[in-house]
């Protein structure tokens, strides 16, 4: 095992998961290596330099320590937690999966995709550098502090309010929302979104010109 964890983590370029023929079987085939899902969820502290896609696959549990350089899609996959130290520097994808939680201090280089999950809260120190997608998700609440890069999408979630020292890279989109008023210290870049039925009670304050 940690001969094959060496060669994961120096030599393969890219890991990709292929829940085909070998996945029905609970073998997974990385770069022409049959490796069994127990032995990959074993692994400690494995690195990928490209991408992890085990999108759809019966994979329950991964690597502790696991850091991908590239995106990780777990849409519709079996897997409940993410281990503690993950780190994913291209996108995360976890819409239609199982997973309850986010780590604490996760950090996403690339975009995060919470659509239609079942995450109820988002983490502290939780850092998004591209798009953070939470629609129709079950978040109530954002943390404070929290940082997007890139676009922020709230429509139809049950967040009433948002966050002191909330930051967007992009544009927000409050359609479908609760939310009536913005703090004054919010800083959004691009336009606010707002559905037609918000206008008439929704407080805009100095955002007015962002108001779409």
Do not use: C
């Amino acid at each position: 095992m940690n001969y094959l964890n060496k060669v994961l983590a120096k030599k393969l370029p890219k890991l990709k998961l292929h829940d085909s023929d070998l996945g029905n079987i609970g073998l997974v085939l990385v770069n022409d290596k049959k490796v069994t899902f127990e032995e990959f969820s074993k692994m400690e502290n494995l690195k990928v330099k490209g991408s992890l896609d085990l999108r759809e696959t019966a994979l329950e549990k991964l690597p502790s320590g696991l850091k991908v350089g590239g995106y990780l899609d777990l849409n519709g996959t079996a897997i409940k937690e993410l281990p503690s130290g993950l780190t994913v520097g291209g996108d995360l994808y976890l819409r239609g999966s199982k997973i309850k939680e986010l780590p604490s201090g996760l950090k996403v280089g690339g975009s995060l995709d919470l659509s239609e999950s079942i995450i109820k809260e988002l983490p502290s120190g939780l850092t998004v550098d591209g798009y953070l997608d939470l629609r129709g998700s079950k978040i109530k609440e954002l943390p404070s502090g929290l940082k997007v890069g890139g676009f922020l999408n709230l429509n139809r979630t049950a967040i009433k309010e948002l966050p002191s020292g909330l930051k967007v890279g992009g544009g927000l989109n409050l359609m479908g929302s609760k939310i009536k008023e913005l703090p004054e210290d919010l800083k959004v870049k691009g336009q606010i979104w707002i559905s037609s039925e918000m206008k008439k009670t929704f407080n805009a304050g100095k955002f007015k010109v962002k108001i779409r």
